[in-house]
């Protein structure tokens, strides 16, 4: 069973960081693009960041881009996704996606398997 399983979000500070986990299992994972989407309350779903577990390139949103980070640990089949200078508009519910691509893609519609999401708030 393909499982996706999220953590770390919580209620932190505009300016604060935080680290979400995404926990994968029952596919493999070198073979998968992991992606982590956000959907703020009356938004529509966003791409934020994007790894390829074969070789580790990535791919950032521009409104993210030289505040988060994301890395992938083959070993622990986990991605994570380092989020520092957060703010306001960041608050949302964060998923991770699994999508079998040779590379990396931030198009929600195209990854096969998603996370049940964590909730990241951010006070200002």
């Known amino acids: 069973e393909v499982q996706l399983v999220e953590s770390g979000g919580g209620l932190v500070q505009a300016g604060g960081s935080l680290r979400l986990s995404c926990a994968a299992s029952?596919?493999?994972?070198?073979?998968?693009?992991i992606g982590w989407f956000r959907q703020a309350p009356g938004k529509e779903r966003e791409g934020v960041s994007c790894?390829?577990?074969?070789?580790?390139?990535?791919l950032y949103a521009d409104s993210v881009k030289g505040r988060f980070t994301i890395s992938s640990d083959n070993a622990k089949n986990t991605v994570y996704l380092h989020m520092n200078s957060l703010k306001p508009e960041d608050t949302a519910v964060y998923y991770c996606?699994?999508?079998?691509?040779?590379?990396?893609?931030?198009?929600?519609?195209?990854?096969?398997?998603w996370g049940q999401g964590t909730q990241v708030t951010v006070s200002s």
């Open positions: 996606a699994a999508d079998l691509a040779p590379r990396p893609h931030l198009v929600d519609g195209w990854y096969d398997y």
């Open positions: 029952g596919f493999t994972f070198d073979d998968y693009v």
């Open positions: 790894i390829s577990s074969s070789d580790s390139s990535t």
